[in-house]
Structure formats: C-alpha cells, structure tokens
C-alpha cells in the first residue's frame, strides 16, 4: 500500500510555472528539472500555517534550520557536518557563481565532466574563467571517467577549480566512494579546489547508494565545498533556499564574502520552514518517490525498446532525467528536437545544451511526472521518430 498519490494530475498551465507556462499550450514538457508533483503534505502544511501568520518580513534562519539540516545529513549519509560550515543562500547555481568568483582569478580554467548541466557553462564564463572539458566516456549503457585525461587536465596549472555534478545531470551518474576518492586524490595532487554540486544527492535508483564527496574522507572534506538544497529533491525550487558546505576556514571564508558582496544571503520567509517540513517530516514521501519515478524509468525504457528499438537509454542511477541516446536515427539532435515539438507536441532538451559535441545525438527526458502523462509523451515520441527508425 502506498501512502502517496503520484499519479494525481495537476494543471499547472497558467501558474508561472517555467516548465509548462514558456512552451507552446499543446505541448507537454519533459524539459527543466521540475517535478510535476504536490510537495509532501508536511511541506503543504507547514506553509499554510506561515501564510495564515500574515507577515512576511525579513527572514532570520534560527537554530531549528540547522539541527534539521545536519540531521539530515547525518542519518542519511552518514556525514557530520558542523554548523559553522554552513551558508545558507538563495540556490545552487548562484552559489557556484559565488564559489568561482571566490576561489579562482579570471582566466583560470575550471574543470567539468561533460555532458554537463548547462548553467555550469554560464556560471564558469561569467566569472571570467575558461571551461575545460573531461568528457566522459560512453562504455555500454552507462559513462566512466577517462582518468588520464583527468589527472593531464588537473596537473595544468590554470585549472583551480574542479566543478563536479553527484548525481550527474545528465549522464545518470552516482559517483562510487572509490571514483570520489580517486577524483579527490588527484585534484589534492594538483592543488584543485572541488566544488560539488549534490543538489540530486536524494533521487536515487532503489540499490544505488548516493556519497557525498566529502564524506568519503579528510583529503577531500579539507579540500571541497558542496552544494545542496531540497528543492529537487522535494519539489520546491520556486522557493529558493540552498546550502554551501565548506570546512575549510579560509575557503569558507572567502565564499561567504561573495555571497554577501553578491547579495544572495538573504532567503524568503517561506525557503526555510520548506527545508525543515521536508528534511523532519517528509522522508517517507521522498521513498515512494523515488519507487515512483523507478517505475517510469521502467516504462520508458521497455517501451523504447519495444518501439524505438535503435534508440539507446543510459542507465539511471541518479536524478529523474533520463538520458537517450538518438544517434542511430539518422537525424541531428536540433532536427529531433524540433520535430519532437513541431510535429509531436513534446518539449525534450537537446543534449548539445550539455555540450556540442559530448551531447550531439541524445536528449534528455524528465521522468519526473505522472505515468499518464509520461505514456502519453512516449506515444508522441514515437509517433515522430518511429518513422525516422524506418527510413534510417
Ligand atoms: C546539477 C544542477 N545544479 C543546480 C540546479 C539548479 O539549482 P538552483 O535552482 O538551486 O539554482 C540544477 C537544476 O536543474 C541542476 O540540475
């Protein structure tokens, strides 16, 4: 028996949602990180209770944000993490634009795994550094890392930061305690800085164990700083509150004056009393999620199989964005996506977002929604590139 309905429908046409509300009205969206599910009741509640108080002045995060916060953490992954450490801020991506500013000089290169959630592109630019690529290497239906590659790349002595993704958006990754360690061992070696973006640390396969980088030992928890926030985790990214964890002294130092220089160090009334409703009250619901999104990831793959049978799907891990592999279509990735939404009615995300050429031939699904809905976008898909399959 479940507790949760997953499969309630929700309209969200016309509420200022990104996902529904900037693409064209027949279409259905399986595009931005967003999940087409009520919060957790507890959430829902406690939000209403702060609503129905009335105000909503300036936010000060007491102590019950941080025991909720480092209780978390220490029963479901087993890392302590000290108070101290702590800087709450507006999300995950300004906080990596605060990091780089922080840690590295312009024109320093900052190392990623590519295919790789785009905004770390901009964030890497806009603080003037350079990008540099360790792109990942297809073996079978999932990605390793070309560790050779990794080490030239660290040993160049530009590279300062190296900003990694775990769960890795969009290659479906949960990084082992044995790769976190091996990548913390080298970037130590070179004197790089790791920047750690788990903001997916919760959305897990059933089997698969998620690590925080720096929990997996002193060499990387003295040399790293992570990133967190329940917001995809528990469907409230329209409420932006993060987390940047840092236990280096003078690291920690530095970012939170970026933050503040910044000005993202002030939350809402309402990013707080979420936080604590989901990491106190709402870990059964996060479960059945996650039961819930395994079983579309089922469907989507058995159907492809049995529909799209020159399509590929990479192993899902981590995350609820599935990554598939096109290329045997005979179609570049711009065609299929603009003949997804022309003549489908779907709106996926191209994998050259991620990166032109580590990206070239996939698209990026969000699983994240009802069955209905996902079946129904499987039917589209198939509809519009079933016939490519067989003239290809
Ligand atoms: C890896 C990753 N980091 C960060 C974000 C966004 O974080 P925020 O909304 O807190 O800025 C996303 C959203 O898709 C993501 O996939």
Known sequence: MTKYNFDKPVNRRNTGSVKWDA??????????????FEAAPAIKNALAERVEHGIFGYTLVDDSYYDALISWFSRRHQWTIQ???VIYTTGVVPAISCAIKALTLPGEKVLVQTPVYNCFFSSIRNQGCEIVGNQLVRTGDTYTIDWDDFETKCADEKTTVFLLCNPHNPAGRVWTSDELARMGEICAKHRVRVV??????????????????????E???????????????????????????????????????????????????????????????????????????????????????????????IKLEGTYLVWVDISKL??????????????????????????????????RINLACTRAML???????????GGTEQMG
Request: proline fraction near 4%.
């Open 330 to 363: 005979g179609l570049t990735t711009k065609e299929a996506t603009r003949r997804l939404l022309k003549e489908g009615k779907v709106f996926v995300s191209s994998g050259t977002l991620y990166g032109e050429k580590a990206g070239e031939g996939y698209l």
């Open 196 to 217: 750690s973006d788990e903001i997916h640390c919760e959305l897990v396969m059933p089997g698969v164990t998620f690590t925080p980088f720096a929990a997996v030992n």
């Open 23 to 36: 693409i064209p009205e027949d279409a259905l969206p399986f595009w931005v990180a967003d999940m087409d």
């Open 219 to 313: 060499v990387n928890s003295d040399n790293s700083v992570t990133f967190n926030s329940p917001s995809k985790n528990f469907n409230i990214a329209g409420l932006q509150i993060a987390n940047i964890i840092c236990k280096d002294e003078e690291m920690h130092r530095r970012i939170d004056r970026v933050v503040n220089i910044y000005e993202v160090c002030d939350v809402n009334s309402f990013g707080p009393i979420a936080l604590k409703a989901a990491y106190n009250e709402s870990e059964d619901w996060l479960d059945e999620l996650n039961l819930y999104i395994a079983d579309n990831y089922k469907l989507l793959k058995e159907y492809m199989a049995e529909h799209l049978p020159k399509t590929e799907v």
């Open 375 to 385: 079946r129904e976008g499987l039917q589209r898909m198939e509809k519009v590139l």
């Open 83 to 85: 108070r101290e450490w």
